[in-house]
């Protein structure tokens, strides 16, 4: 019992720890998260040891059921982590042995810490990842609830912020839907690529013990074992790609946010929100903000920062496990958490969106948007180079422009000056909503694009 509150490895060395690098070294407030993970690899392990007959079976039902009380004792917040014993791995098993006496030692057999935290890391990036994915899925049905009400509502496309050409709202918000769809993609590949079970491979080199990775892997629910036990305990692309798909998601978030506030400011009153996504000043009684979009906008930089953090660490590490690799669950936690809580905050701000049709109608007509469909008429009906049709179309625009007037509002004998062989059915074309239903090719923002492509993803994301 003297030996209770030493480190397991204290007995090569003549010296106690230094404070200071207890304090830096543990790592158990961090990764104390992993605990579910850590007991249910354990207990994988256990019961491999057993069926292979490397420990007795009685030391391994002892083990497991010492396991399932520590995990009680941590669901119900009855568990007390100590710094001392530097991660969770070494604080359960100093929990196993106050427990359940000597059996305890033998549930270490054939693994490292290197080979069991990276298990645990890998299955607590696989139950994020699916986490994810749900939230990710749950914004893209908010995002075709909102398009499914805005189909034929005509807004302003912009290139460099200026008008170009009308669009449909609905088409500008399933925009967001399909880089949300690359999103989920790459949450997916990444559970692919990480789908290799590690255990086993011990410190680097693998075990003497026969050990049987491929069950450990199956119980685990992975694919297959890991094929280089180096590489093992030495990889860490699964949490640089975990922290990538995030920081790319936010990214997508973070411009959805931007198109928010831009569209809902005083300069351009194309959409509103409801009382419950915006807030006030402590000055200013007029005020509503919104700041959720904001900080959306902004979380962006935190996972950006996650990802170089750990890509910098991983950068001319020394082949196999080195302490620097202790920091990535704090990355990868912080990141997750992160992501999540823009992922919630995007659903609602989405869900709290109104059009203001009238105002985006009134601004697609403004800066001359339907311009290209009078040069597309030329061409189709007239039989001219695009680049002809262009520069008769730039001179009507120029024309319009000096007689303070929208292209819409010019008349036959006015739009004729620029080329005589017309008739009044060009006068069509200068409609904003017959410009955006024009648009039929696969892809565009005509309505009964729009409709095919939402019936389409509903049935996508079910």
């Known amino acids: 019992m003297k030996n209770k509150n030493k480190t397991v ?30 007991i249910a690899a354990s207990i994988v392990h256990t019961q491999m040891l057993s069926k292979q007959k490397i420990i007795k079976s009685e030391d391994a039902n002892k083990i497991i059921n010492g396991l399932k009380k520590i995990k009680a004792q941590i669901d119900k917040g009855n568990f007390e ?11 359960i098993e100093k929990a196993l042995f106050d427990i359940i006496g000597p059996s305890a030692g033998y549930m270490h057999t054939a693994r490292s810490r290197n080979d069991q935290v990276v298990t645990d890391f890998k299955l607590w990036i696989k139950d994020a990842s699916k986490e994810i994915l749900k939230d990710i899925s749950l914004v893209m049905k908010n995002l075709l609830k909102k398009a499914e009400k805005n189909t034929d509502t005509v807004m302003p496309g912009l290139t460099h912020l200026k008008n170009a050409q009308p669009i449909s709202f609905a088409h500008y918000l399933l925009s967001y839907f399909e880089m949300l769809k690359r999103d989920k993609k790459r949450f997916e590949n990444n559970l692919n690529l990480l789908d290799e079970c590690p255990l086993g491979s011990a410190a680097l080199s693998g075990t003497s013990y026969k050990i049987d990775r491929t069950y450990t892997a199956k119980k685990l629910g992975f694919k297959k074992p890991t094929d280089n036990s180096i590489d093992s305990v030495s990889d860490r692309d699964f949490a640089i790609d975990f922290l990538y798909a995030s920081a790319v998601c936010a990214m997508h978030l973070s411009r959805l946010a931007e198109d928010f506030i831009i569209y809902n400011s005083d300069a351009f009153k194309l959409i509103s929100f409801k009382d419950s996504m915006l807030t006030g000043s402590s ?3 007029q005020k509503k903000n919104p700041d959720p979009a904001e900080l959306i906008r902004g979380k962006v930089g935190i996972n950006y920062g996650k990802l170089n953090a750990i890509l910098t660490i991983m950068k001319g590490l020394p082949m196999s496990y080195f302490k620097d690799m202790q920091d990535d669950k704090e990355l990868v936690f912080s990141g997750f958490d992160t992501l999540k809580d823009t992922l919630t905050m995007s659903a609602e701000l989405i869900n709290s969106v109104y059009a203001n049709k009238s105002n985006m109608l009134f601004m697609a007509n403004q800066g001359h948007t339907t311009a290209t469909d009078f040069a597309d008429y030329l061409v189709q009906n007239k039989n001219l ?13 120029n024309f319009a422009e000096k007689n303070e007037k929208l292209l819409s509002e010019l008349s036959l004998d006015e739009v004729k000056k620029f080329y005589k062989d017309l008739d009044k059915s060009v006068l069509k074309v200068f409609d904003v909503k017959n410009s955006m239903n024009m648009k039929k090719s696969h892809g565009g923002t005509s309505v009964i694009n729009v409709k095919s492509m939402i019936k389409k993803y509903k049935k996508e994301i079910k």
């Not at 530097?86 to 604080?91: A, K, R, S, V």
């Not at 180079?385 to 625009?397: G, H, M, N, P």
């Open 9 to 38: 490895w204290s007995n090569r060395f003549k010296s106690k720890m230094s404070q200071s690098f207890q304090k830096i070294g543990s790592s158990i407030h961090i990764d104390k998260r992993l605990y579910e993970q850590d």
């Open 81 to 91: 982590f100590k710094e001392k014993f530097e991660d969770i791995h070494l604080n």
């Open 283 to 285: 000055i200013m009684p």
């Open 385 to 397: 180079s695009f680049r002809e049709s262009y520069a008769i179309s730039a001179k009507l625009v």
